[in-house]
């Protein structure tokens, strides 16, 4: 399920935080968001924007310390 969840803080600030999208596409679909609100002060990029449509996301587990 795609989301983008608008988070308003005490002091004024907002962040946006969108899930179920891949790649560049999260930053597509929020960028309304961000028009009407005004400039960046911060980027955070999660693993799935460097996954592709048809990649699937692999962890690695240390399983001996």
């Known amino acids: 399920m795609k989301k983008i969840t608008v988070t308003v803080q005490e002091d004024g600030s907002v962040e946006i935080e969108t899930s179920g999208f891949k790649g560049k596409l999260c930053l597509e679909e929020s960028q309304f968001v961000k028009?009407?609100?005004?400039h960046e002060i911060?980027?955070?990029?999660?693993?799935?924007?460097?996954?592709?449509?048809n990649e699937t996301m692999k962890r690695y587990l240390p399983i001996c310390g």
Do not use: E, I
Request: hydrophobic share 40%; with cysteine.
């Open 35 to 38: 028009d009407l609100l005004g």
């Open 42 to 53: 911060a980027v955070q990029l999660c693993p799935t924007f460097y996954q592709k449509d």
